[in-house]
């Protein structure tokens, strides 16, 4: 396949507010460091600022959130890269403004860091000023709503960019960790052989966070943790786990094996899910006083496909977790035979892997040795590998490069989007109310019913 040809310009729309200042700005000037980093960057807002203005909000953005400015030579490369146009995203002189500051610009990217209400009338006006001839367009999650908005949406990108030349960025996409599951998996060949129905028994996946909303209640009253983190991250990451190989290298050979997991995924029924909000949650500012939205949701996930029939994939993410940690549990059946005397006392989960994703990367085999002595008894044992990623790239600085360079890996495609909110559809309004929990709990009591066998949840350490 041809390698693409990289943007030469990049603009971002909404270039003065939170996302910018908290991610895009230190993303950009980590670029800048690697010298990786050498077209026009234009901001485009209505606020009514100099690049003067822009230049003093990157470097607050960078000391705030990316580590300080320490390489001054690195930060007045990118203050000459930069530039701005001010003006309002409904009138078509905004997107004229912009054009003229790109004259020489074959295949521009715009970064849509703004609200997705307003991705229409973006994208209809960068079609209207000719902006979009070759260009890229990278649009921020939330994807929809919903399988009906997510498909309006793309119904609406479509209408002035093509489907290779659309970006949907997801950043967990592009964390270090995540990309580890997808190397590990296809690399090594001892995995193969076991990472099917016959001998993996169950699966679960872990979100764990220790705070709560932190002053954001209005936002997540408005999404709650399956649009937050089921629908999107975590199953991507479950995509990622169990896509069969590749047929080819290609980037979208990859793409296509990985989409094909959301199809073979059952819609979840009111069975599969448990809501949870932690005490407290009401009294946040934003927060309706009667709120039935979940700050915690546990679900239950079936994939009907050769690979996994049978198999129970069991997911959730909290907010107010007595840790910070994510982390990938596959559980391996046991041993078929009696052996040995202590059989029935050995935990259903003799052998796993586990994935952990975060606050570090680390793979572990979970197994069981001899005790010493002259009987056979045994103990569990643990042999992990622990990566440092001190020096790793942070998922904005990825994703920026990749969608600069073209390089479509890291990102949503339009049919993985659609199938992942058919997935979650009937739930998100068709379910039992959220249980309370109490912060720096497991959350509610009643999540462990979703595991077959009452095995319950295993919950990560750090």
């Known amino acids: 396949m041809k390698k693409p040809v990289p943007s030469d310009a990049i603009a ?11 991610k895009i700005f230190p993303a950009l000037y980590n670029m800048a460091k690697r010298g990786a980093l050498n077209i026009p960057v234009i901001g485009v807002a209505s606020s009514q600022w100099t690049v003067e203005q822009l230049c003093d909000r990157a470097r607050d953005g960078i000391e705030k959130h990316g580590g300080g400015v320490d390489d001054e030579k690195a930060f007045g490369h990118l203050a000459e890269l930069l530039d701005y146009v001010s003006g309002d995203y409904n009138d078509l002189q905004t997107y004229k403004a912009l054009r003229q500051k790109l004259p020489n610009a074959r295949q521009p990217a ?4 703004i609200p997705p209400s307003l991705f229409p009338v973006v994208v209809e006006h960068l079609g209207a000023a000719d902006c979009a001839k070759n260009a890229r367009v ?5 994807f929809g709503r919903d399988e009906r908005s997510a498909r309006e949406l793309n119904e609406v990108l479509h209408q002035v960019f093509p489907e290779r030349s659309i970006f949907r960025i997801d ?3 592009g964390k270090e960790a995540i990309q580890n599951i997808l190397y590990f998996r296809f690399a090594n060949s001892f995995l193969e052989p076991v990472w099917n129905r016959n001998f993996v028994r169950q699966v679960q996946i872990t979100l764990a966070e220790d705070f709560g909303v932190d002053g954001r209640g209005r936002f997540y009253e408005e999404v709650g943790a399956l649009r937050d983190v089921v629908q999107n991250h975590l199953l991507q990451t479950v995509a990622l786990l169990a896509m069969e190989p590749p047929v080819g290298t290609e980037v979208e050979d990859l793409r296509d094996a990985k989409e094909k997991v959301f199809g073979a995924m059952r819609p979840l029924t009111r069975a599969d899910l448990v809501r949870g909000q932690f005490d407290g949650y009401r009294d946040e500012e934003g927060v309706a006083a009667d709120s039935d939205v979940e700050t915690y949701a546990a679900v239950r996930v079936h994939i009907d496909s050769w690979r996994w029939a049978g198999v129970p994939w069991y997911i959730r993410a909290g907010k107010n977790l007595p840790v910070s940690a994510t982390e990938v549990r596959v559980e391996l059946h046991r041993p078929p035979q009696r052996v040995f005397a202590e059989y029935e006392e050995l935990p259903r989960d003799t052998n796993y892997l586990r994935f952990r994703l975060s606050p570090q990367v680390q793979i572990a085999l979970g197994a069981r040795v001899k005790l010493p002595g002259e009987s056979f008894k045994g103990q569990p044992i643990e042999l992990s590998f622990t990566e440092d990623t001190s020096d ?3 998922a904005y600085e990825r994703l920026i490069g990749d969608a600069i360079e073209g390089e479509n890996l890291l990102f949503a495609r339009e049919d993985g989007v659609e199938e992942a909110w058919r997935v979650v559809d009937d739930v998100l309004v068709q379910h039992e109310r959220a249980h309370p929990y109490k912060p720096h709990t497991w959350g509610p009591a009643q999540a462990e019913g979703l595991i077959h066998g009452g095995d ?3 919950n990560p350490g750090i």
């Open 392 to 394: 790793e790239m942070t």
């Open 138 to 142: 990278v649009v921020e999650k939330p």
């Open 456 to 458: 319950g949840w295993h």
């Open 12 to 22: 971002f729309f909404g270039m003065t507010g939170d996302l910018a200042h908290k």
């Open 171 to 173: 950043h967990y996409l």
């Open 110 to 113: 715009y970064y849509l860091a």
